[in-house]
Each structure stands twice: as C-alpha cells, then as structure tokens.
Nanobody
Framework: QVQLEESGGGLVQAGGSLKLSCAASGRTLFGSTLGWFRQAPGREREFVAAITWMSGTTSYADQVKERFTISKTSAKNTVYLQMNSLKPEDTAVYYC??????????????????WGQGTQVTVSS
C-alpha cells in the first residue's frame, strides 16, 4: 500500500503561483510513475503532469505546459507541482496519484493504483 498526502493548495489571484507537495509513504516507489490530476466541479478528472520515479522523465498536459513544473525529491519520497501564471480555469481539486508498478500511459487516471485525498486550488480573476 502507498499513502499519498497532498498539501499546498489555496486561494491565489490570476497570474500568481502555488507549489503543491505530495508526500508518499508505505512502500518503495521504485518502478512507479507519480502523477498530478485535477477535477473541477461538473467536469471529469483530467491529467496535469507525471514523472517517472527512477528516470525523472516528465510529461504535461498541453494546457499547463510552460506554466507548471513537476519535480521530485527521492530522499523525501515527495513529488511537487510548481504552478506559475495561474488562470481561473486552473481552479480545481488537485490529486496526487501513484501508478505502481508503472506500465501504462501515465495520462490515464485508470492506470493509477493509489490516490491522495486532494487539495483545493482556487484562482480568482
């Protein structure tokens, strides 16, 4: 089992920045992909970004590319999502997820085995 705990959400004005953290515990993340997804009211959960634990290879949704950066600190078993130039349409609950072992497309929520409780991000205009 892997437990994931997100933090860092909040209220920010458009154009501002936030940094989300996801602390993992319970078992090794060797062979995993860690991802961030988000879900706005009335919408389906959508892929934001992902990073492979061993190689650090990253991928991003087109709508956040150049604005968001996913990173990790292996020693702390923590994944981060730095969000810059935030827009009102970025408002959502952001979830951290782990695909372990990872062998599917990291953009599909159905491939992920473990999920955090989510953290709210609200961007005001």
């Amino acid at each position: 089992q892997v437990q994931l705990e997100e933090s860092g959400g909040g209220l920010v004005q458009a154009g501002g920045s936030l940094k989300l953290s996801c602390a993992a515990s319970g078992r090794t993340l060797f062979g995993s992909t860690l991802g961030w997804f988000r879900q706005a009211p009335g919408r389906e959960r959508e892929f934001v970004a992902a990073i492979t634990w061993m190689s650090g290879t990253t991928s991003y949704a087109d709508q956040v590319k150049e604005r968001f950066t996913i990173s990790k600190t292996s020693a702390k078993n923590t994944v981060y999502l730095q969000m810059n130039s935030l827009k009102p349409e970025d408002t959502a609950v952001y979830y951290c997820a782990a695909d372990l072992p990872a062998y599917g497309n990291s953009r599909y929520a159905s491939n992920y085995d473990y999920w955090g409780q989510g953290t709210q991000v609200t961007v005001s205009s």
